[in-house]
């Protein structure tokens, strides 16, 4: 199944057999109309004919009432509606005002009453006969009877434990940077948590690389680092007023969605209408405007200068009026910050031997550049009644020079540039088949460019980088670019899709498939130029100077590369590391690799309606997501002769492939019950099985870190004497691997899994305002761990055995399997208002607990274990256990015209390892007592509790007819909280992973800016 005609020959397969589905989320673009016509006691009508208009655009779907005077209006385009009902012999019966929302089934109840014959005959002709517009609304209006607005404010529909985010809160609320993103964080269950590679959305407890993101129902997630595309760095990637809503399904999901062990995030974009509306903003944020952020010893951190721009504009109108609309977007971003080091950061001898090498102040101040653009354009075609069509084009580029690092203790040079260029196009058609059966096609082809370029420095003569990163961490330093700086790379990704609804009786079928092939291709050099890791600022200088110096065991040192009798060499070059290639493959060529995988998937689902007021929802999903194939045949990898060997009783944990699990089977089961039937109330409970991805990340290191493309060659002073700084070992002198790091999947690996399980029970407390709680269990296991199965203390079974002498083997053995588990357990309190009074409310409350095994995400190149002979030892508090959330935001359109918004977040500390007295763990090992009991990780809690309170005050002037101005005044983090960015790392020296922020966050920041809209 692993070739490209294989896989394709599945596809068409798919397509042809199945009624594919796009992103495991019908609904993920539209809603649901669900209603009934009734007479005075309540019995159904039949046969009314039932018009479902959407009032901006005159999009019109008409139906038939059953037997039981149901009807259902599916995939309706979002917007607001009206309803009219009309058969002969009763008044029209119209309902107005309702807003269809992504993913929401909006229920209403038509009576219809009876009209004397000769009444209705008499208005009926009056109505054939006039061509006057005015006097046609006048006749239709005494002869309908139109309910007063409602909005329930309880969802009896709704299975999933779903929260929107609507455009009045998109709108309204403050949002520091105007990322989408930042609004899943006032959902339940939604936070953010710090790890090694920055801030990560978690839902539930779950991994970041787990979510599943999309836009307007395209993938939006990037296939190798398993995160959003643009990843993590970029201010934005759509205008914040090109959005029409964002929901957030943490639990609950039914079959139609997949690809995540986690939770899910859509977010909509607007679409045009019959009027023309657009807007145009400016943003401001200014250092002079800022507060001062505080230390983690309490000290204040001396201001830096900042500066920040925003620009954008929206339009959208018809081309032709009730046929097709346009929508248009974008946003710009200039921003720079000038970060002021401290002077004694590098120590002098350090900066000044920089200095004669070409490169300045390495305690200079850096400047930080963030600059962002985002495009959208949409077009919306009613083709006839039955089709509608959708397309989308995007594109979003970014860019922050020295944007890698931000770590007070490292040098200027140590930085790079981030890049991201994401572009795409999309496409929607909805077609109605017949009455019962409707269709829904769609497509995405996507492209992400994501290299790290390095503009620093070159080696005089060549185009090899200086190793000039110099950091400085308690007189101990390490020069050479980290191993992730520079990477070229890109991915792309085509997705089919198509969902197929069926409406019979009291059942609404879907059946779906997806179709869906990324490619990501890389360039990655890791170490190819030298990294040195001194004993001090002295050895550095002194073997800068000359490479015979050494230092040694008795305390004396030499420049002739001896020591004294009886003592021995220790430095002053603790670590060298060099990637090179293996036999004539060059290093560039080792580190570039395609990584292709092919994804589909088949669900198909019921919703019964068994009673007005009990519904179940059960359904199954089969996915499978097929890895590529090793770039080195299997019977040619470096380890050949140790696969299907046991050696100590361990059988060698790989087969030489990468395996592919198409044995994904999800059964889902959601239940929603109104106790008393008067919608007022509900009782929901869910149940399913969830699978995830696993990123090109953790496939990648497998296909070039086998010992026959790649190779990382060690030296140090008191080993093999390094090459003279800063030259690199001759690619003539480096040879056939010695003992080389390997990495392997476990031929048992699986992907990762989690169950879970949700009860939840909401009720209306006021005629607006409703109370919920809700309990959450997730179970999960299959999870991705890294060992290293080569460990002494397994007897380093596999460093022997290879070669004509048998004297060779592998170093380290990283094997990527599948033996983690998890848990997480959450109470969840909240209230949702409806805008009344002119005023909308949220909140929430979660108290959770979350426990694993190992709570690595993507990182293959560090072990997180104390001990690989005791790993249920590693059983403890993961990473992500925050065990109190507060979410609470508000819209108050006060009086003269002024808005006041507030939005409020609180989350508690993160763990962090202790040892048993209670001192800060440096390595997982320091964990091991000397008693050799283990001491349980993330028994203490970090400094990183985050609360912000964020004002938003706007106040709105009529400038013209239909051109409204408003001024805006922001703050965020309105009361200075103090809110740390300290992530869990080992010690520095010897880390390899880099950090992308440390010590303080965000300060008080106020921003400014204006708005026009038409």
């Not at 309803?83 to 005002?97: D, N, P, R, T």
């Not at 409310?841 to 993507?858: C, M, V």
């Not at 985050?946 to 005044?969: N, P, Y």
Request: proline residues 5%.
């Amino acid at each position: 199944m692993k070739s490209g005609m294989s896989r394709w020959g599945l596809a068409v397969l798919l397509l042809l057999g199945a009624a594919p589905h796009l992103t495991a989320q019908s609904q993920a673009t539209t809603g649901i109309i669900d209603g009934r016509t009734v007479d005075a006691e309540g019995n159904g009508i039949p046969d009314v004919t039932v018009d479902m208009v959407n009032v901006d655009t005159n999009y019109t779907k008409t139906v038939t009432t059953d037997s039981s005077g149901r009807f259902r209006g599916l995939l309706m385009p979002l917007g607001p509606y009206r309803v009219l009902a009309s058969k002969e012999g009763f008044y029209f019966a119209q309902q107005e005002g309702l807003q269809v929302t992504v993913g929401k089934t909006v229920t209403v109840t038509l009576e219809l009453k009876p009209i004397r014959e000769q009444e209705a005959l008499d208005l009926y002709a009056k109505l054939n006969e006039t061509q006057d517009e005015a006097e046609r609304n006048e006749i239709m209006e005494s002869i309908t009877v139109t309910a007063s607005d409602y909005e329930a404010v309880v969802e009896t529909a709704r299975v999933e434990s779903s929260t929107a985010i609507s455009e009045e809160a998109v709108q309204g609320l403050p949002n520091n940077g105007r990322n989408f993103l930042d609004f899943s964080l006032m959902t339940p269950g939604a936070t953010i948590v710090q790890g090694p590679d920055g801030e990560e959305i978690s839902i539930n407890g779950q991994k970041g690389i787990n979510n599943n993101i999309s836009v307007d129902g395209a993938d939006f997630n990037n296939p190798f680092f398993g995160e959003q595309r643009g990843g993590q760095r970029p201010a934005f990637t759509f205008n914040l007023d090109a959005v029409q809503e964002i929901v957030v399904v943490s639990d609950g999901a039914p079959a139609e969605f997949g690809r995540s062990s986690s939770g899910f995030i859509n977010v909509i974009t607007k679409s045009g209408t019959n009027d023309f509306k657009g807007s145009v903003h400016t943003f401001f944020k200014d250092d002079s405007l800022n507060a001062e952020a505080e230390n983690p010893d309490g000290s204040k951190q001396e201001k830096f200068p900042f500066e920040q721009r925003q620009i954008g504009f929206t339009a959208g109108g018809p081309f032709i009026k009730d046929k097709l609309f346009y929508f248009v977007s974008f946003d710009f971003q200039d921003g720079e910050s000038t970060k002021q080091q401290k002077s004694d950061r590098i120590e002098q001898g350090v900066v000044d031997y920089f200095a004669s090498i070409g490169i300045p102040d390495e305690n200079g101040p850096i400047v930080r550049t963030d600059e962002a653009q985002a495009f959208l354009f949409k077009l919306d075609w009613n083709i006839n009644e039955s089709h509608l069509l959708t397309l989308r084009l995007s594109n979003t580029t970014s860019q922050q020079e020295n944007g890698t690092f931000d770590v007070d203790s490292w040098g200027r040079s140590a930085n790079a540039v981030e890049d991201a260029d994401t572009r795409g196009i999309s496409g929607q058609l909805n077609s109605v088949i017949s009455g019962n059966l409707i269709n829904e096609f769609r497509f995405q082809y996507s492209r992400e460019d994501r290299p790290r370029p390095y503009n620093g420095p070159n080696i005089a003569g060549t185009d090899r980088p200086l190793p000039d990163t110099a950091f400085d961490f308690g007189s101990g330093y390490r020069f050479g670019m980290p191993f992730f700086i520079p990477v070229e790379y890109h991915d792309t990704r085509v997705q089919l899709n198509n969902n197929l609804s069926i409406v019979t009786g009291n059942h609404l079928i879907k059946i779906g498939a997806e179709l869906n092939l990324t490619r990501a291709d890389q360039t990655f050099l890791g170490f190819a130029n030298g990294r040195w890791i001194f004993s001090s600022t002295e050895g550095f200088l002194n073997y800068a100077a000359n490479s015979n110096y050494v230092e040694c065991s008795d305390g004396s040192s030499s420049f002739d590369g001896t020591c004294p009798q009886g003592a021995s060499i220790t430095g002053p070059v603790l670590f060298y590391l060099q990637q090179a290639g293996v036999g004539d493959i060059s290093v560039r060529e080792a580190g570039t690799q395609n990584i292709e995988v092919f994804e589909p998937a088949i669900f198909i689902q019921d919703k019964w309606d068994v009673l007005p007021n009990l519904s179940i929802q059960y359904g199954l999903r089969w996915e499978a997501q097929y890895q590529p194939d090793p770039i080195t045949p299997v019977d040619e990898v470096f380890y050949a002769d140790f696969i299907g060997r046991t050696v100590n009783g361990m059988e060698f944990p790989s087969d030489g492939t990468i395996p592919s699990d198409d044995q994904m089977w999800q059964p889902r089961l959601g239940i929603t019950w109104d106790p008393s039937g008067l919608g007022k109330e509900v009782l929901r409970f869910s149940a399913g099985i969830y699978y995830a991805r696993i990123p090109g990340l953790a496939v990648a290191g497998t296909r070039s870190t086998n010992g026959s493309r790649g190779q990382a060659v060690f030296r140090s002073s008191d080993f093999i004497a390094p090459p003279a700084y800063p030259n690199l070992i001759p690619a003539e002198e480096i040879g056939d691997p010695v003992r080389p790091d390997v990495t392997v999947f476990d031929k048992n690996f699986r992907n990762p899994r989690s169950t879970q399980f949700t009860l939840s029970y909401e009720r209306e407390i006021f005629t607006d305002t409703s109370a919920y709680v809700k309990w959450t269990l997730i179970e999960g296991d299959n999870q991705t761990r890294f060992l290293n199965l080569n460990d002494a203390l397994l007897g380093s079974p596999w460093s022997t055995g290879l070669g004509e002498d048998g004297e060779n083997g592998i170093g380290n053995l990283t094997v990527v399997e599948s033996g983690g588990e998890a848990r997480y357990q959450s109470w969840t309190v909240g209230f949702n208002k409806l805008m009344t009074d002119n005023l909308l409310i949220q909140g929430n409350y979660t108290y959770a607990k979350d426990k694993s095994h190992d709570d690595n995400e993507r990182d293959p190149f560090t072990f997180r274990y104390a001990r690989i002979t005791d790993l249920d030892a590693e059983w403890s508090y993961s990473d992500r256990d925050q065990r109190h959330r507060v979410a609470t935001w508000l819209l108050w359109q006060a009086p003269y015209r002024f808005d006041v918004n507030l939005r409020f977040n609180y989350r508690s500390a993160q763990p962090k390892s202790i040892t048993a007295d209670g001192e800060d763990v440096g390595e997982p090992s320091d964990r091991i007592n000397d008693d050799g009991s283990i001491t349980a990780r993330n028994l203490g809690r970090k400094d990183n509790q985050f609360r912000s309170l964020d004002l938003r005050v706007s106040k709105k002037f009529d400038l013209a007819e239909r051109f409204e101005f408003e001024a805006v005044f922001e703050v965020f983090n309105l009361l200075n909280s103090k809110n740390l960015l300290t992530p869990e790392t080992t010690s520095l020296i010897f880390n390899f992973d880099g950090t992308v922020q440390s010590g303080a966050g965000n300060p008080r920041q106020i921003q400014l800016g204006m708005k026009g809209r038409w």
